[in-house]
Each structure stands twice: as C-alpha cells, then as structure tokens.
C-alpha cells in the first residue's frame, strides 16, 4: 500500500515537474495578474481560450536569472479557412497564368507595329512628315478654294481680293518650302530609317525565336506552382499563440512578448495587447483572422518567381528581347 502511493506521488511530482504550473509560483502569480481595466485575470482570458485545442504555460529564466512565464495556445484545426484559401490560390495562378500567356503575343504585335511604323519611313519621309506635308497641302487646297469664291465673288472690292491672293501665295510658299525642306532631309532620313528597319526586323526575329520555349514556360512553371499549391495546403499545419511574461516583484504583470507561430516559426508579433486580453470571447476570431493570412500563400509571386523567361520592356522602345532569367 505505501509502495503504491509512493509510485503515486512520484507520477504527480513528474507530471508537475513536467506542467511546470503544479508548484511554481510565477505561473501562478501571472495567471492571478491582470491588466489595467480587464475584468479578466490572465489565467481566465487564456486558460481553455476558445480556438486553442491545448495550452500550456512554461516557466524559465532569462540570461540574467529572472523568471519568465510562457503562455502557449495551440491552434485548432481551421480546414475551412485552408480549403479557402487554397482555391483562392489556385484561382490566382489561373490568373497569373493567362496574364504570363497573353505577355508573349502582346510583345509580338508591339515589335510587328514597331517594324510596320519603320518600314513606313523607308524611303526617307518619316510618318510625322508625311502627315505635316499633307495637311498643309490639304489646307491649301481648302483656301484655294475659298479665294476662287472671293475672285468670282460680284461684290468688287479689290483689297478684299488682293490680300486673299497674298494670303494664298505665302500658304503656297511655305508649302513648297516645307516640301523642300523634307526632301533635303530624305537621303539622311532613309540611312537612319533603313538602320532601324534591320533592328526592328532583328529584334522580331529574335523575339519569335522564344515562341515554343515561352510557351512550354507557361506551362511547366503552371504546373509547378500548381504541386507547390498542393503540397502546402495538403499537410497539416500547427498555428500556435506564445505569450510572454517577464515576472517581477517591481512592476505589474503584463506581457513582454506576443508572437503567432505557424509550423514552429514566427509569423507575426504585437506590441500592442490584443483584444482577448480583455474579452476571451475574441481568442478564436483572432487567431482565424492571423491564420487566414499566414497560411495563404501568393500564389501570383511564387509563378512571377519561378518563371525562367524574362522580357524586357522599356518606355522608349517597347521591348529588346528576351532572356533566360539570371538565378
């Protein structure tokens, strides 16, 4: 009989030992604190928290000796929240998909433009001339017609029509003159446009070449960012809250530290006192809302990041190429 409640004694001293909350008085006296204008203790707003399948407070000191208290809650199980956000990634990949797809044409149809807009300067006269040198030849033409009214007009006022003769020999000179002048510019004009007719048309050529490498590219990087999806969602993951309590006989009990962990590794952190401090009540939507964010993954990164392609575009000249990303 005494053998059995020795044995017994033993087991509780180790599961105290182990619990740490049995005996030690800063556990308690932490459990016991609360904050300013809390109607709650910090053992009632944490203990059996709603959202927490377990927790479990800790007590051990710090490099200069001093007691410090560990509250630890240990998430449930939110599936609804991973099945969410897991078709919200997968929906972002869609997206990225077609985006990373459509890229490749759109490059193609800017560099087809880009060839058009220099093989139409080819034989020295730029677009920009050629449309000045037919507008002045259409308003000329207009005011050509508008003075042979004045002349046939039977009102004979002959200053009236002299100065519309005047006015349309100076719009017919400085037509011929901007004729000349674009005509004086042409030969200079084709070398340069010639020039840019053989890069417009090598820098298509080279684009064009990427068309089946670009387009498996869209493909297998889907395809692995799809398994990536898969995998993070498909394993179960731990969210746990860590609390912090430095205990002193100086100043009151409030926490020095407040972290959220998800798979053991620090997400988040608050220098603020969250709200189920003051209210239990809000434990579990607050650890939804942080899961809800943590667990997501971007999905429109991760394809971005993993893309091997990439096309360079630039405000002056719209695209240079493609090259296989530097790692």
Partial sequence: MKSTRAATLVLLGVLCAALSACTDSNITAVKNASLARSDFTFGEALDDAKG???????????GNGRPVVTYICTAQAFDDITQEARKKS??????VTREKASAYPEMITALEQKLTAAKASGDGVSLEQKQ?????AKALQAYQAEVDEVLKSPIDNAYWKRTA??????????????????????PTNQLQAEGA???AQQELDSALSWEKKYVDAVKTTRSSVEKEIGDHYGRAHTFKLR?????????????????WLLDD??????????????????MEASLRDIF???????????????????CYYRWSDPTTGCAVKAK
């Fill in 52 to 62: 927490c399948k377990d927790t479990a407070w800790e007590r051990h000191d710090d």
């Fill in 90 to 95: 997968l929906a972002d990949l869609e997206i």
């Fill in 132 to 136: 000045k040198l037919e507008a002045a």
């Fill in 165 to 186: 003769q005047q006015q349309l020999a100076q719009m017919q000179q400085r037509y011929e003159e901007l004729k000349a002048q674009i005509e004086k510019e042409a």
């Fill in 197 to 199: 007719i053989a890069k």
């Fill in 243 to 259: 609390i912090q309590f430095a205990v002193s006989n100086k100043s009151a009990i409030t926490p020095s530290a407040i972290e």
């Fill in 265 to 282: 590794r620090p997400v988040a952190a608050s220098i603020l006192m969250p709200s189920f401090l003051y209210d239990p009540k809000a």
């Fill in 292 to 310: 809800k964010d943590k667990v997501s993954i971007d999905a429109r990164g991760l394809y971005q990041e993993a893309f091997p392609i990439e």
